[in-house]
């Protein structure tokens, strides 16, 4: 399944056509990027043409758990891709996460007639681990995930602010406290020559949040980290799963004298 393909035996109907739905759409991704590759940005190209002509999938789903047509081990080749079957809906930021309303529509007045007066919470979909951030320590079945906020991440990468309970780290925190599951991704490289973009990511199953702390990172910042443990009874994790320092952040860190160990 690492080449994407679906499994889609014995699958309800339902499931087996949303399966079908998402193959075709990467498919089509697939497709326009390779035409659109000497135009620069392809990826975001392409998820703009998708979403022009509405051959995306899932476009607005925010569901805890697997997606239909993604088992385990299912490579992608670029974040815009799984973006436009519904499987993580950023191409920049790692953490995806449904909305609580008041952060959706604004604050609202409980009172409002027709409003619950008790507003779901946000939770965490899915966290892609890339290497981005220099407090990361990820040992496969299990990884301490750095939260969003306060980093350089179209620059140097490194951590240059305090993080804030807020927004994805929020919903990662009410994903442990509602029990949900969260599916990792993690970054492989950018440089394979049987990938038509030259990246990977794996789709390497679902993991639990099991707890948090905030510490100072090595830049002195306040930051989040989420232990995040890999459900039993998946399919076996990939050998060597764990992510490696993104590159840039392994010169800098060279450079000044704090590569870890």
Not at 20 to 40: D, M, T
Not at 83 to 88: C, E, K, L
Not at 215 to 242: C, I, N, S, W, Y
Request: net charge neutral.
């Amino acid at each position: 399944a690492g080449d994407g393909s679906s499994r889609l035996d014995g699958s309800p109907p339902v499931q087996h056509a949303a399966a079908e739905a998402v193959i075709a759409a990467r498919e089509r991704y697939k497709s326009l990027y390779v035409h659109l590759k000497r135009r620069g940005r392809a990826d975001l190209a392409t998820l703009k043409q998708m979403n022009t002509e509405g051959s995306a999938v899932n476009v607005g789903v925010k569901a805890a758990g697997d997606v239909p047509g993604v088992p385990v081990g299912t490579v992608f080749f670029a974040r815009t891709e799984m973006q436009v079957v519904g499987f993580h809906s950023k191409w920049l930021g790692g953490i995806d996460y449904a909305q609580d309303v008041e952060e959706r529509y604004g604050k609202i007045d409980r009172d409002t007639e027709g409003l619950p007066l008790d507003p779901p919470r946000s939770f965490c979909t899915a966290v892609v681990s890339s290497g981005g951030y220099e407090d990361d320590e990820d040992a496969g079945e299990e990884l301490w995930y750095t939260g969003e906020g306060g980093n350089d991440l179209l620059g140097t990468r490194r951590q240059e602010g305090s993080q804030k309970m807020k927004g994805g780290n929020a919903a990662l925190v009410n994903s442990m406290e509602q029990c949900l599951p969260v599916r990792l991704l993690r970054f492989l490289g950018k440089d394979f020559e049987d990938s038509y973009t030259q990246r990977k990511y794996s789709y390497d199953g679902l993991y639990d949040v099991k707890e948090y702390k905030v510490e100072r990172g090595q830049r002195g910042h306040a930051v989040f980290k989420f232990r995040l443990v890999r459900r039993a009874g998946q399919t076996p994790l990939r050998e060597d799963a764990g992510t490696r320092l993104h590159e840039r952040l392994v010169g800098l860190a060279m450079r000044d004298g704090t590569m870890k160990e």
